[in-house]
């Protein structure tokens, strides 16, 4: 087990710095949501941190190994915080893409803020993870952070998996992460369709899978047998303590109380977040099948390398 440093405030520093960069620039151009978020919740939960670390790792390593040429990275679904993080600090070319284009167009207005002083460039673009317009060999890293889960329909998560093994090159990184735990949970929620679109009915719709072990590997390892070899695997739980049961119990808080408290996020995943390596579901866990600010589960992030041919090769530290 392991006890780092999730770099939660240099995180979170970046996050408000260009929030109020964009504010000063564009004022609620973007979007009063949009806006309001990235003032007051610029990293939109506590449990992102391992997320964003796990993510960087990965590309500071590519960036190494890259000896200065300019990465072509790409980005599914994701929060768009990563990538404004990621072309700011290496040189990249990065797209950044979601199936809504209410996850593309705030976005990009507050890029244009903070856009003159990165080392790398973004371009935004409406995508279906299910079906890239991308050629083969494209990329040389891919990501979709806890997106996976939101992908609607039977198969759709495999699909995204084996699309963006599709577009990488020889040899390149596949980073994902979902949420995990020991049952697997289809989660609804009221008022919001395609996991991002509010709409007035008051039913409940698809909003995510969380995932068990068996499902990682139907879903998700299984997409990549034959065209990628698992580099790491890290389950990221959350620490048993009065602060998680004082998070869980808080679960019926309204979303705007929630987000004027988004200060706490990083001293909360510092009291919380852990991490083991391998696939490892022994750690507390409360959600059930209505998707809530105060269920707790853990996440897994997998490193998949793209392979020239055959195998998904040995599996290192994916004990269980």
Known sequence: MSFPNYREFAYY???????????L????GAGFRATASSLLQ?????TR???????????????????????????????KLAAFFLASRYNLRLRATDISPLNVEPYELMWESIRRKARGVIEFETQDGRRLTYADGTFDLAYAMSVLEHIEGDGGDFAAVGEMLRVLKPGGRLILSV??????TGQNIPGVVHSVERVRASGLFFFQRI????RIESNILDAARGGGEIQ?????????????????????????????LGFLNPVISRALNRHTEGLNDDFRSAYGPIHSFGDIFG??????AKSPAGGLGAVRGAGG
């Not at 949420?179 to 697997?184: A, D, E, L, S, V």
């Not at 995932?211 to 068996?214: F, G, S, T, V």
């Not at 048993?240 to 808080?250: E, F, M, N, Q």
């Open 25 to 28: 620039r564009n004022g609620f």
């Open 13 to 23: 520093a970046f996050g408000l710095k260009t929030g109020a960069r964009s504010f």
């Open 232 to 260: 790491k695997i890290v389950t990221i739980f959350r620490r048993a303590s009065p602060i998680a049961s004082a998070v869980h119990k808080i679960r019926g808080l309204p979303e705007s109380i929630v987000t004027a």
């Open 49 to 79: 941190f391992p997320e964003y670390y796990f993510l960087e790792e990965a590309v500071a390593g590519l960036v190494r190994d890259g000896h200065g040429r300019r990465l072509e990275v790409l980005d599914v679904g994701s929060p």
């Open 179 to 184: 949420p995990f735990g020991p049952k697997y």
């Open 299 to 304: 996440d897994v992030v997998i490193t998949i």
């Open 42 to 46: 610029p990293i939109n939960s506590y």
């Open 211 to 214: 995932y068990d072990k068996r």
